[in-house]
C-alpha cells in the first residue's frame, strides 16, 4: 500500500513562521526575507516526508495565516473594503486576517471561529453580493511548480467548493445558489491548470460533508462536483474528508466521478460500516484515514491491521493515510529532551506518524507480518501498562450525586442579593483577564523555570507586575479588575502544571491560528490538586484595591478540550476528575475573600459533535455538569463569570444558560454582535458581557466606535444585565495598543451611563 498525508504543520518545528511573520508585522523583516523564509520552511517540510517514504505528498498545504483565507484570495473574495485600502498583496491578505489602521484607512479583521472540532481557528470568507468569484490567484500553482523544480511531484491541496461555499459568510441578499456557476468555472480551472503543469492528483478537502446535510446539501455537491469534474481530463481528483464519516452522502459520493476518496476511519464511527454495507467502486482509490491526525499517542498497529483486512475485501487500491491534517499536532519528538523514554515511547507527533504510516507499508506488505520487527514492539508496546491510576479520584468521581451539580439558590434569588452585594454601576467595566505579556514577562518565567533567579525573585517581579497593573486599571478607571496573569503562559498549561496527572512538552507547539500557537499538555493519569493554583497572587491583587478584584481560573471542559486527552477512559470521567479539582480551587478563592471569580470555558462548543444528533448523549450532557460541578458549592453571594469565544453558540444558548452562571461574556466584534439577538430571542437569562473590540487585531477602537456597539447593544439587551469588555485576554496585545483601547472602553462606556440617566 503507499501512504499519503492530508497536510503538514507549517509554523516550523521551533516557530520559525510565527517570529519571522512578527517581525514582518514590526517591518522589522521584508516582504522577501518572508518568502524566503517560507520557502525554506516548505522544502524541509517536502523533504522530510521524502525520507519517510510518503508517496503522496500535498503542496499548498503551508499558509502564511489560514487555507481558508487562501482559498477566498485564490477565487477573488475580498471584501471591498479591503480592495479599497489599495494595499499590496500580502498587506491586504493580513488586513482580512487582522484588520488594518494605517494611513490608508481603518477597517476591522474577519470574522475568526474554530475549524470544525478543533482549536484551530479559521478566517471566515465574506462574499458580498457584487462579488465575482474567479480565479485569480497563483499560490497554490506557484507552490506545486516551487516543489517540481525541487525534483517533488506534489499532491496539491485547495479546499474543496463545497466546504467553501458551506463555510462563508453571504453579507447581502444573495444565497449560494447566485455563485454557483462562477464557483464551478473556478475549480474547474483551477484543474486544468493543475492538469497543464503535470499534477498527477488533486486533492479536494470537503471537510463539511460529515455534518449533517440536507437534500439540497446532497443536490448542491451532486451539481458542483459533476461539473468540476468533467474538466478534469487525465489528472487525478481526490476528495478528501475528516473529521467524521459521511452518512448522508456516501452513495453520492462514490457515485460522482472522484479517482479517489479519503476517508476518516478515526472519527467517523460509522465509516467502515458504510464501506462494508455499500461497498467501495474498484475502479477508485480508497485514502483511508487509519493514523490520528489529532491524538499523539502511538497507532496500535493490530487494531489498523484489522481495520485494513476489512478495507482489502472491496477489491480495490488502498493509500495509508492520516485522518486528517497533521496541522493538529506537534512536529516532532525529537526536540523533547525533558521527557523519559519511558513516556516517549507511548507518543507520536507529526514525524513520528510519517514513521507510523512507513512501519504499515512494510507490514502490509509482508506475507508475514507477525515477524516484522516494527509490529513485534507495537504489541508490546500495548501489553504494557501506561497509565497511573488515583484511587481516590476515582472513588470521588464515583460518588458524585445529582444535588452536586445544583448551585443555591437559584439564579434569580441570587441575581438580587448579588445586586445589593456589589452596588457595580450600570454597565460596569472589566477585562477578560490577562494583560499583555511582554518580553519581561516572558524572561522572569524562562529564568525561574532556567534556574537563573530563585522563586522569592521570581514572585517577587510578578508582584511589581501586579502592583503596576491594579494601578493602571484604577487609572484608566476600570470597575471590576484582574491581577494581570503575569505568572501564567498559557490559561491550559499553567493549571496543567500546578495539577497532578498531567505531563508537559518543551517544543511541542501547536499552530491555533496565525502566529498564535499553544503547547496543549498531555494527560497522562488521574487529575487531582494537591496544592493551591492562584489564590496567593489574587489575594495579593485584592489587597491592593478597594474595587472587586475577579479570581481567574479555566474551566474543566476548556482544559479537557486544549490537553491531548487519554484513550482509556471516557472525556466525562476525565472532564469531571478536572471539575473537582477546579472546585477546590474555587471554594479556597471564595474562602479568602474572592468575591468574583471568573472560570473560563474558552473551549466549550470546540468538542461539540458535528452532528446534532450527537451534541447531548455524547458531549453536553457530561460537559454542562462539569461546569456546574466546579461552582455549585458557593454562596449567592459570590458572583460567578465565564468567558467564551471563536465559536457559533446560538443553537447552543439554551445549553448555555443551563451552566447556571452569574455573568458570561462572548466574543462578539469580528462577528458583528450577532450573539446579541440570540440571547434576545432567547430570553436569556444571565448578564452578558459581549466583547466590544478584538482583540486578536491591532487595531485601536475608538470611543465611538465602541459607543455605537454599546447602543445597539441596548437595542436588545437590558441595561441592567450587560457588561461592557474586549473580546478576550489581552495577553497577545502589547501595552502600547492595550492602554489607549481600554481607555476608550472605559470612556464610552460613562458616555452611554451618562446618557442612560434620567
Known sequence: ??????????????????????????????????????????KTHWQTQIENDIDFIPSNDFSFYDNMLDTAVLINVVPKRYRD??????????????????VNGDVKALAMKKWFNTNYHYIVPEIEDDTEI??????????????????????PVVTGAFTFLKLAKFTGNKTPDDFIINIITSYSEILKKFKDLGAEWIQFDEPALVMDLTADDIVLLNKIYSEILSAKGSAKVLLQTYFGDIRDCYQDVISLPFDGIGLDFIEGKKTLELVKQFGFPADKTLFAGVVNGKNIWRNNYSRTLRILDELRKTGGDIVLNTSCSLLLVPYTLKNESSLSEEYKKHFSFADEKLTELADLKKITASNTPAEIPEYIENIRLFKASRFCPDASVQAAVSSLSPEGFIRHPAFYE???????????????????????????VKANRSNFKNGKITLKQYIEFNKEKIAECVALQEKIGLDVLVHGEFERNDMVEYFGECLDGFLFTEKAWVQSYGTRCVKPPVIWGDISRSKSMTVDYI?????????????????????????????????KECAFQIALAIRQEVLDLEANGIKIIQIDEAALREKLPLRKSDWHSEYLDWAIPAFRLVHSGVKAQTQIHTHMCYSEFSDIIGDIGDMDADVITFEASRSGHAIINVLNRRGFKTAVGPGVYDVHSPRIPSTAEIKAALLKMLEKTPREKLWVNPDCGLKTRGNAETVPSLENLVDAAREVRRSLQP
Not at 507549517?10 to 522577501?32: H, N, P, Q, W
Not at 474567479?134 to 499532491?155: H, N, Y
Not at 454597565?427 to 483577564?433: A, D, K, R
Request: proline residues 5%; without cysteine.
Open 1 to 42: 500500500m503507499k501512504t499519503a498525508i492530508i497536510g503538514y504543520p507549517r509554523i516550523g518545528t521551533l516557530r520559525e513562521l510565527k517570529f519571522a511573520t512578527e517581525r514582518y508585522f514590526d517591518g522589522v523583516l521584508s516582504k522577501a526575507e518572508l518568502q524566503d523564509i517560507a520557502a525554506l520552511l516548505r
Open 85 to 102: 485600502l489599495r494595499l499590496d498583496y500580502l498587506a491586504e491578505y493580513f488586513a482580512m486576517a487582522r484588520g488594518y489602521q494605517g
Open 134 to 155: 474567479s480565479l485569480v490567484g497563483t499560490k497554490p500553482f506557484d507552490e506545486f511548480s516551487e516543489a517540481k523544480d525541487l525534483g517533488i511531484v506534489t499532491k
Open 414 to 440: 441570587r441575581e438580587k442579593i448579588q445586586k445589593a452585594v456589589f452596588n457595580l454601576p450600570l454597565l460596569p467595566t472589566t477585562t477578560i483577564g490577562s494583560f499583555p505579556q511582554t518580553a519581561e
Open 539 to 571: 489575594v495579593y491583587a485584592q489587597s491592593l484595591t478597594r474595587k472587586y478584584m475577579k479570581g481567574m481560573l479555566t474551566g474543566p471542559v476548556t482544559i479537557l478540550n486544549w490537553s491531548f486527552p487519554r484513550e482509556d477512559i471516557t472525556l
